[in-house]
């Protein structure tokens, strides 16, 4: 197989249907996917998020491709992974992540800082910082560029609200009423779920795991943690759908 | 068509954290969305990595615009380019993928590659 030409390597897929040539043929281009997945990195969501997300994208490209368009596999599969990609930041990420990622970045490099300086007895660049939490640099300074974000659940400390937070000071208005709705709906539907499920959206969307840990502390593979999230994310749709119509 | 900022630097790789973040600046200026800004980014530092492989060694960027922000990157000081044409490829269909008016061309003595957002 490997001396195949890409013509006749999807010709043949496709006259034998054969899954373990499938599987060669996804083996063969992952490189792609890894490329692609790469350079999303630093918009909040882990490199191994992105590779899953490229990963399956590729698979699917495998089976959707026709091998007689006149372009080359590599030409038709980058703008699919892309797509995918896209609409997984569109979908979920950005709201869930980044901002605490952010804080915990901030976090890090000042802990990191001061056991260089300790260290060395120099501030540290932010290049130095960005090799020591396997981050880029970019993801450094932008994080150090982030200053006086506050937490909403930061305590007030100003001897006057004592016990409060900064949530706690924002005004409520008839919006409040229906996220209340909206959060019945959602806590309705997650009820619908089963143990494993529910173990799943903890790891995922309570703890921000990413699918790789998630894994290992379910001691199920990534692929299966994958399926089984677009499963539950399309159940709680339903669900949800359902719910906010009655 | 009002010019917002021209920078010439080395066209090297340490070069590419300094460039996404001038271009995140000038996004947030010119008003683009976080997603634009993200796909502006990775549009700006794909472009200037295939100026690079083409065997630039020096690059002209420069952002404009009135309504929507219009870059151009142009490549210079020609030395040999590494051959690897399956990465432009990839590389290509990402520009392609992320702007709908990405363009490259020859003008002069060297590439360059023009593409807008927002608007």
């Given at each position: 197989?490997?001396?195949?030409?890409?013509?006749?390597?999807?010709?043949?897929?496709?006259?034998?249907?054969?899954v373990?040539?499938?599987?060669?043929?996804?083996?063969?281009?992952?490189?792609?996917?890894a490329?692609i997945?790469?350079?999303?990195?630093?918009?909040g969501?882990?490199?191994?998020?992105?590779?899953?997300?490229?990963?399956?994208?590729?698979?699917k490209?495998?089976?959707?491709?026709?091998e007689?368009?006149?372009?080359k596999?590599?030409?038709?599969?980058?703008?699919?992974?892309?797509?995918?990609?896209?609409?997984?930041?569109?979908?979920r990420?950005?709201?869930?992540?980044?901002?605490?990622?952010?804080?915990?970045?901030?976090?890090?490099?000042?802990?990191e800082?001061?056991?260089?300086?300790?260290?060395t007895?120099?501030?540290?660049?932010?290049?130095?910082?960005?090799?020591?939490?396997?981050?880029?640099?970019?993801?450094v300074?932008?994080?150090?560029?982030?200053?006086?974000?506050?937490?909403?659940?930061?305590?007030?400390?100003?001897?006057?609200?004592?016990?409060?937070?900064?949530?706690?000071?924002?005004?409520?208005?008839?919006?409040?009423?229906?996220?209340?709705?909206?959060?019945?709906?959602?806590?309705?539907?997650v009820?619908?779920?089963?143990?494993?499920?529910?173990?799943?959206?903890?790891?995922?969307?309570?703890?921000?795991?990413?699918?790789?840990?998630?894994?290992?502390?379910?001691?199920?593979?990534?692929?299966?943690?994958?399926r089984?999230?677009?499963?539950?994310?399309?159940?709680?749709?339903?669900?949800?759908?359902?719910?906010?119509?009655? | 068509?009002?010019?917002?900022?021209?920078?010439?630097?080395?066209?090297?790789r340490?070069?590419?954290?300094?460039?996404?973040?001038?271009?995140?600046?000038?996004?947030?200026?010119?008003?683009?969305?976080?997603?634009?800004?993200?796909?502006c980014?990775?549009?700006?530092?794909?472009?200037?990595?295939?100026?690079?492989?083409?065997?630039y060694t020096?690059a002209c960027?420069?952002?404009?615009?009135?309504?929507?922000?219009?870059?151009?990157?142009?490549?210079?000081?020609?030395?040999?380019?590494?051959?690897?044409?399956a990465?432009?490829?990839?590389?290509?269909?990402?520009?392609?993928?992320?702007?709908?008016?990405f363009?490259?061309k020859?003008?002069?003595?060297?590439?360059?590659?023009?593409?807008?957002?927002?608007?």
């Amino acid at each position: 197989m490997r001396d195949m030409e890409e013509r006749e390597l999807f010709a043949e897929y496709k006259r034998s249907g054969d899954v373990a040539l499938r599987n060669e043929i996804v083996e063969r281009y992952l490189y792609i996917a890894a490329m692609i997945a790469k350079k999303f990195v630093g918009r909040g969501v882990e490199y191994d998020d992105l590779y899953q997300v490229a990963a399956l994208a590729l698979m699917k490209g495998v089976d959707r491709f026709d091998e007689n368009m006149g372009v080359k596999f590599s030409t038709f599969i980058t703008p699919t992974i892309t797509g995918e990609l896209k609409n997984y930041f569109r979908d979920r990420s950005r709201l869930i992540h980044l901002p605490r990622r952010v804080a915990e970045l901030r976090s890090s490099i000042r802990k990191e800082a001061d056991e260089i300086f300790s260290e060395t007895g120099k501030s540290p660049t932010a290049k130095q910082l960005a090799e020591r939490l396997n981050v880029t640099e970019e993801e450094v300074v932008s994080a150090m560029e982030a200053g006086g974000v506050v937490s909403l659940d930061q305590p007030i400390d100003n001897g006057e609200r004592e016990g409060s937070n900064f949530y706690e000071m924002i005004p409520a208005d008839n919006s409040a009423f229906d996220e209340i709705e909206q959060r019945d709906a959602l806590e309705s539907a997650v009820r619908t779920l089963s143990d494993e499920e529910r173990q799943l959206i903890a790891y995922r969307f309570q703890q921000e795991l990413s699918q790789a840990e998630t894994a290992r502390r379910m001691n199920v593979s990534q692929m299966y943690v994958s399926r089984m999230e677009r499963k539950i994310l399309q159940k709680l749709r339903e669900n949800l759908k359902k719910s906010m119509a009655d | 068509m009002q010019n917002i900022m021209t920078l010439e630097f080395p066209l090297k790789r340490d070069m590419m954290t300094t460039i996404r973040l001038v271009t995140g600046g000038i996004c947030s200026l010119a008003g683009l969305s976080l997603d634009e800004s993200e796909d502006c980014k990775l549009v700006v530092t794909e472009g200037l990595l295939l100026l690079l492989r083409r065997g630039y060694t020096k690059a002209c960027l420069s952002f404009s615009g009135e309504g929507k922000l219009c870059i151009l990157a142009r490549g210079s000081d020609y030395e040999a380019a590494a051959e690897d044409r399956a990465e432009e490829e990839i590389s290509i269909a990402l520009l392609n993928a992320l702007v709908k008016n990405f363009t490259m061309k020859r003008e002069g003595d060297g590439d360059s590659i023009s593409f807008s957002f927002g608007g």
